[in-house]
């Protein structure tokens, strides 16, 4: 892992630029550009907002229903896009592992890092309606919410960790697409985004091995600090940082063993 | 430390695994838990068996061989793409890979983006590519559409851009792959001519092509691959003639070179003997340099009209034939080639003894030691019989005059300026080199009068 680390410090420009590339590539030509990053999450919490204040009210909600889930959907679509577009990321560029000698392993990297910026490209939105429901009183403003940079520097070396896995792996093994795609689906209900993790709402028995979920633990912590004003326990966050680990190590291990064989099975 | 070899390529093999269906999940997993994946029960092919060969720094070195015969494997073990399964590959200096122009550009986004993206792609820093930048455009030649997104770029200019790139990255070694065939007449020269420089320059070049004149004029070494190994290796006219007439399937039936050539210039720094070879529908039984009343010279002044006779003996009739005519310095330095099919002769047939005269009215070179290579071959380049130094000869001159060709040429003078001519009394004295002009013409008259008596074999 260590190597591979020096190798991800190598290729940082690399990566920087191609991200950059991909972002642009995607808004050129579209007269609205970056504001699209903006619209869609703005979007989904003004639907939410409505649908669960005007149309569904909760029972005993307090009215920070829309910014709980909003706050759980903002991490869950970074991993989850991070980790669907990966497993393309390299047979999609299959031009640049056969005919360039390049560093294989910057292209799941690369989506990472454009899907990241879109993750923080949404925060202005979830600041601003923590600040409006703050103003009407549903939720507690505190410090915590600073350590949300801290959270999602953990998160990325996760979903980077998966990344690297699952787009190496995908190009040997062409049904991890399917297979990624389908688990993710189940994995939005098997991680406390829609429900909370602590409330009645989820069985005694169920908590603990919702946990076992990875990404229970990031989506727990957003939610803490951006509408509980409170920390995550100590478990998440060793959990947290346990996740993204083991993450990156399986990623690392996963990539070298296969890194050979990619320009020749492409 | 710097070492001799650029390239070297060492008992290198390279097998691919066959994938069927169903055995994907096998190798995911010996894959991970093996490293390495072990051919499967649908086997391998070997795309490499064996290969050998050190490619020396500031060399070109020319791969050739059919379809699959295993050349773009190679390239690609050299430029670390991917690695072989046994032996093993060693490269010292930068590499820059011709092999997918443009492979890296992203359509959406504009030429000068993509140039800084690529460049980053093949190694460069930022700085670096602003250094070359303008150099990269110019070469390019794509101006106006500089700040276009590359989708609206026409495939010429999308190669232009590409090829523009990697030349510019400055590389120590360079790796081309049939790259010179895209594009268009001027480009393609262009990019020959970028090639030619870089490899005065010193960088090293591999250079994969079908186009076996390419490899004949820029490399200075073959390696023929066939099925994956070596066929033939050495000298480039050589290997690709040998490889022309496998592809003709015609053996190769080289004559022996005849025993009464023998080499006038004892101070030839390369092998004085002749090499001959060719399949032998024609054979050239006689080359010669003549002056104009037909008798053979060896050594000459300069400005001396001469010209090479070639006599033609013909085994099986042809209608496809080229004469062809190439004058080198003894270095090897290419002073002059040409043959008819150049020069615009069609050929029609050719049924029985005939002989070719190629004329030079006045042979304008400087003094030094020279050879002749004479062949006739077919259109396409596969030899009937070419014969490597059928004639060696030596330009005497009185004169210390530096270079290769000497233009016909006067000085003139005006205004303030006092120059004289030397004495005539000087002029007439013969000078040590004016005294071994003389031997040698002597010389030369009394072997070619001694070659004349010789009975005919």
Known sequence: ?266 | MSRQFAISVRNASKSYRLYGRGSQFQTLKSALLKREIRPSAEGSVDALREVTFDVNRGEAFGLIGRNGSGKSTLLKLISGIIRPTEGEVLVDGRISALIELGAGFHPEITGRENIFINGIMMGLTRREIEERFDRIVEFAGIGPFLDQPVKTYSSGMYVRLGFAVAVHVDPDILLIDEVLAVGDEEFSQKCVAKIQEMKYRGVTLLVVTHQLDLVRTLCDRALWLEKGEMAALGDPVRVVDAYLQEVAGVRARVEEAEEDEEDESGDSEEPAEEERWGSGELVLTRVALTDHQGRELVALGAGTPVAVEMDVDVREPQNDFVFGVGIFRSDGTNIYGTNTDIEGFLSRRIDGPSRVRFVIPSLDLIGGNYRVDAAVHTRNGRAFDYRRGAIRFVVGSRTHDTGVYRPAHQWEFSGAIVINPMDDIHRNVPSPIAETMQDLDAEAMRRAGEKKKKPKK
């Open chain 1, 1 to 266: 892992m260590v190597a591979g680390l020096q190798q991800l410090i190598r290729s940082r420009h690399l990566i920087a630029v191609l991200t950059a590339r991909d972002l642009k590539a995607r808004y050129r030509g579209s007269v609205l550009g970056f504001f699209w990053s903006l619209a869609n999450p703005l979007l989904l919490l003004g639907v939410y907002t409505f649908v669960f204040t005007v149309i569904w009210p909760r029972p005993g909600d307090t009215g920070a229903y829309p910014l709980f889930l909003f706050a759980g959907i903002l991490p869950w679509t970074f991993f989850a896009g991070a980790v669907m577009e990966s497993t393309t990321s390299i047979s999609s560029n299959a031009g640049l592992v056969k005919k360039v000698l390049f560093p294989a392993e910057a292209l799941p990297l690369v989506v990472v890092a454009s899907h990241l910026v879109h993750f923080a490209l949404a925060l202005p939105i979830l600041l601003l309606a923590v600040a409006v429901a703050a103003l009407m009183g549903k939720v507690t403003v505190t410090w915590f919410i600073l350590l949300a940079p801290v959270y999602m520097l953990v998160q990325t070396a996760f979903v980077a960790g998966i990344a690297l896995a699952v787009s190496s792996a995908s190009v040997l093994f062409r049904d991890l697409r399917d297979l990624v795609s389908n688990i993710l689906q189940l994995g939005f209900f098997l991680t406390p985004i829609l429900y909370p993790v602590g409330g009645e709402i989820v069985p005694e028995w169920l908590r603990g091995p919702l946990r076992l979920n990875p990404m229970t633990p990031f989506v727990v912590a957003y939610q803490s600090i951006f509408v509980f004003g409170t920390l995550p326990s100590l478990l998440d966050t060793i959990l947290m940082i346990l996740y993204a680990t083991l993450a990156l190590l399986a990623g690392f291990f996963v990539f070298d063993r296969l890194r050979d064989t990619l320009a020749e099975v492409l």
